[in-house]
């Protein structure tokens, strides 16, 4: 039962002890992982076991969560309204004509040649004053197909989102990751015509991926493009797959982070501009997270006769890990709610502005209950 997950959530939250409490896309299985004392771990080359916690600026400053208690428990999905139903989202001029100013910056140092694509992204507090397992429960019953977790560190803060992107999935030596671009909203059943712009981005994304792991695997491919939906939004995603020598995981890990889905292309000068032009901190948003090697026992061999045979079963290590999109911090008596949008050349400053309103909707329907 999940009461039983939730009520050890409750103790640690008194406590002041760090957990995890996520669901993977999909999934009917809750899974917690409770550390039980308040020391902060950093990763030091990906080998170690645990849930990762990473921070868009610097892989080095990755948080590792111990697997000290691990609890697993079926959640039962409620019922949850329309999803295509809007909530008002509160602004004000100056807000807007900041962003939109920003936004106009990078369309003309990109006119000038110093990158193709920046992903730019803007903060948006809320008054929050709500159960945080209320909160939690709603993001699941809301978005079965992404990442759901809450995330607590007492010497680090509170995190929860909904992210419908992967950063990496590894089983073994073999990994698999995605390009994934493009928004627009969701119109009942309707597949969404995608504009020039939005297949360019998404192409961006895609060639940078293959050329930053081409040099650090062993093989690599990748599938056809296609439309997938995540909530009440449309992406364009694009599948990757490879595998890496012994060992190399970490140096994978640092070629896909930050990916130009949230950063932009040519990567260093698209970091650059954000980090002296967004003017605030992103702190874990365009992060990432998630399980990192985990121990899973495996069939080497799907012939019957050695699938009743343990000898021909080993044990692989798996890691699954999320971009930490469509997320909000969770502060004392507000939140905080992260969302961006790439900017192109043919980028329009208003259209970009009600690109980031329209994501902003995930956690705010979350928060208000609709």
Known sequence: MPQELFDQVETCLKEQLPFVLYRKPNNAELIGIFQSNDEVHYVKDFTETGFVFAPFNSIDNTILLKMDVVIKALYE??????????????????????????VSSAIKTIDKGDFNKVVLSRKIEVEFKEDVLEVYQHLLNT??????????HPKIGSWMGATPEILVKRKGSQFSTMS????????????PKWSKK??????????????????????????DRESVRAGQLWHLRTEIKGTFSPNNFGTVLKALHPTPAVCGTPLASAKEFI???????RSFYTGFLGEL??????????NRKNQENSAYRSVAKTSELFVNLRCMQLLKDKAAIYVGGGITKDSNPESEWEETT????TMLRVLSGN
């Open 77 to 102: 999905q409620s019922e949850i309204n329309d999803l295509n139903q809007n909530v008002s989202v509160a602004y004000n001029e100056i807000e807007k004509l900041r962003y939109l100013n920003l």
């Open 143 to 152: 978005y079965k197909k992404a990442f759901c977790y809450f995330w607590y």
């Open 180 to 191: 994934l671009a493009g928004t627009q909203n969701s119109q009942k059943s309707e597949m």
């Open 198 to 223: 939005e297949l360019d981005e998404q192409q961006l994304v895609t060639d940078y991926i293959l050329n930053a792991l081409k040099e650090k695997t062993v093989s690599l491919k990748s599938s």
């Open 275 to 281: 980090l002296n032009n967004e003017m605030y901190d």
């Open 293 to 302: 090697n985990i121990q899973e026992e495996v069939s080497r061999n799907r």
């Open 358 to 361: 329209l994501k902003s909707m």
